[in-house]
């Protein structure tokens, strides 16, 4: 099956070409649908290049299947707007949210999307607290992550122990009955209220996290927290 992967990038230079090679590096087949969102450090001239040469600006060494799309946002928007984009084009049976920083490693893709392939789930989240290893970094955000996941576990009916984790792989059928809605980081409570409503088969699998600071371009921040409350109470009054 082949597998998309769906990569938002905003000023994300310095990480770019290392995420992109070590997702060629995984072997499955797969596209990389990466979503410009308006970079100003140089991430959008990269990807024209890599657009205009392929997979050979980056080194490293693909295995399998690998396609690779560059779109380019006319005006920042935010992640949300970047992965709604991504979905629509993406031509994959298996769709993957996939950050372009260093925090998530691909190499958890397959773990990922084994319940898919297995025809147990049409959903699968990746949960940075159930087991594997992670970056140790910022109480307040752990705090909060937890506070927004009970409320969403609680407004949607599911139990999930990391709603705002990036790696979420959707069966392709799943995101074609979904509107997303919003533009930025309010996306995580929405897309997990929608497949709740959707009563879709949701599982979830340990993934390992290298959280990195705000020093190192980590962007989310408490407006971002904000939204997401939002979001939550906005989408479970729709439910």
Known sequence: ??????????????????????????DFPKELVLVDDCSKDGSREFLRQLSEQGLEVLGGTPKNRNEVRVLFQEKNQGK?????RGFAEATGDIILVQDADLEYDPKDIPRVIQP???????????SRFIGSPRRVLYYWHTVLNNMLT??????????????ETCY????????????????RF???????AK??????????????YHGRTYEEGKKIGWKDGVRALYAIAKYSVKR
């Open 1 to 26: 099956m082949l597998v998309s992967l769906v990569i938002p990038v905003y000023n994300e230079i310095p990480t770019l070409a290392e995420i992109l090679r070590r997702c060629i590096a995984v």
């Open 80 to 84: 949300g707007a970047a992965l709604r």
């Open 116 to 126: 898919i392939l297995d025809g147990e789930a049409d959903v699968v989240f990746g």
């Open 150 to 163: 009970m409320l969403s576990n609680m407004t949607s009916g599911l139990n999930v122990t990391d709603m």
């Open 168 to 183: 979420k792989a959707f069966r392709a059928e799943v995101l074609r009955s979904v509107h997303v809605e919003e533009d």
């Open 186 to 192: 309010g996306f995580e409570p929405e897309i997990t």
């Open 195 to 208: 497949v709740a409503r959707g009563n879709w088969r949701v599982f979830e699998v340990p993934i390992s």
